[in-house]
């Protein structure tokens, strides 16, 4: 079965950090561009990062976010620092060019 399993959400104090997973299987993970995605209540979904050959970062995150991958575990990361309560949205991870995406978690940033 083709699926994409997202973790790691919770609620953190401005200035605190998470780290996100998001688990792929049923697919050739390593053979694809993995992006990250975020959706704030009330507006669109905003592209955050991708990793392939390199990694590229939108620029409200550059800097404070990094995106990693493990091919072995068929798994990628978003290292979160620096977080703002404007980073609080639920958030995905996607195949890039295709329609799999998987059920996001929620990220909340508030003291």
């Known amino acids: 079965q083709v699926q994409l399993v997202e973790s790691g959400g919770g609620l953190v104090q401005p200035g605190g950090s998470l780290r996100l997973s998001c688990a792929a299987s049923?697919?050739?993970?390593?053979?694809?561009?993995m992006s990250w995605y975020r959706q704030a209540p009330g507006k669109e979904r905003e592209w955050i990062a991708s990793?392939?050959?390199?990694?590229n970062y939108g620029d409200s995150v550059k800097g404070r976010f990094t995106m990693s991958r493990d091919n072995a575990k068929n798994t990628v990361y978003l290292q979160m620092n620096s977080l703002k309560p404007e980073d609080t949205a639920v958030y995905y991870c996607?195949?890039?060019?295709?329609?799999?995406w998987g059920q996001g978690t929620q990220v909340t940033v508030s003291s």
């Open positions: 996607n195949v890039r060019g295709t329609t799999l």
């Open positions: 049923g697919f050739i993970f390593s053979a694809h561009v």
């Open positions: 990793i392939g050959g390199d990694t």
